[in-house]
């Protein structure tokens, strides 16, 4: 199974060094590894569907 | 500076590194999950931390990795709910391009592919509901008796 996440980034500089800006995307494709509780995969538990919008706030720097 | 500490790593390496931070909302379907007894559904909330290099001034190649939760409601009987979490973890491979480009503003499409992700999920403790309703209840009364 393959899953990817695509979309645009909106980034503006404040100085050189920091960045702040915003993504806005789309997730296609379903979780299905499962972990319970002592983290070993549960190969019967059913698969998590995530296609959906994604929308990311985010600040960084760039060295 | 950080090159010649951590020599014989290349200066190019850090020269072209980049560093994000994101607070991420994602919006995925519940249809599953209603099925299942499952209410008071939201999007998902997570964090996201982006690290990647400059392959050339257009193009940046790197590694997102982040994880994502959502809290759900689970009916056990008539007086009990229990707090479900629902939470996944990813790593993508990234890689973006820029298109647009003005003085300290710019615009760039990415691709993020799979390379590995998990799910699970968490319980809370049962509370119940009729506590709530029985203290409710006495307020509205005392409410009443009062007026």
Redesign the interface.
Known sequence: M?????????????NPVW?AGI?V?Q?N?N?D?????A?V?DEDA?E???????????????? | MVADILYPMPPSLFTTLSVRYGWSVHQAPSTGLYTVGLTDIGGYYGDQILVKWSLNPKMDIGVDIGLGARYVQKTLGSSRVESQEISYRYIHAYVDYLLVKDLNFELRGFVGAKTWMAYSTKSSTPKQVATIYIIAERELCLAIVMG
């Open positions: 393959f899953s990817y996440r695509y979309g645009l980034e909106a980034l503006y500089k404040i960045v993504q995307s997730f494709g979780v590894e499962f972990l319970d509780h983290e995969v059913p998590l569907n995530l296609d959906g919008a994604w929308v990311s706030v985010f600040t960084g720097i760039d060295f």
